[in-house]
Nanobody, 117 residues
Framework: QVQLMESGGGSVHPGGSLKLSCTAS????????IAWYRQVPGKEREQVSQ???????WYLDSVKDRFTMSRDNEKNIAYLQMNNLKSADTATYYC???????????WGQGTQVTVSS
């Protein structure tokens, strides 16, 4: 049974930092692309970052130089280090895995990130 569990969300002031974790089980984690998405109520889900099995990464332009995605294939965990957070980063953040037929098929339940003064 595939499971993805996000953790690490919370409330911070602008300029603050958070580190999200995505703990995976039930599939061959080290060989899968992993991604972080975010969604604000009333808006479409937006991809924030992606990492391949070798550690190569992609980032949404608005988070480049502020967010860093990494993975620990021994622990089956993917991370998203978020620095210099802005109010525009407020969203529910989702971990995704299993890239098939041009989409991710495994999703976590999400963790809330709120950036507010």
């Amino acid at each position: 049974q595939v499971q993805l569990m996000e953790s690490g969300g919370g409330s911070v002031h602008p300029g603050g930092s958070l580190k999200l974790s995505c703990t995976a089980s039930g599939f061959a984690f080290s060989s899968e692309e992993i991604a972080w998405y975010r969604q604000v109520p009333g808006k479409e889900r937006e991809q924030v970052s992606q990492i391949n099995g070798a550690g190569g990464t992609w980032y949404l332009d608005s988070v480049k130089d502020r967010f860093t995605m990494s993975r620990d294939n021994e622990k089956n965990i993917a991370y998203l280090q978020m620095n210099n957070l802005k109010s525009a980063d407020t969203a529910t953040y989702y971990c995704a895995a299993g890239f098939r037929w041009n989409r991710f098929i495994y999703w976590g339940q999400g963790t809330q990130v709120t950036v507010s003064s």
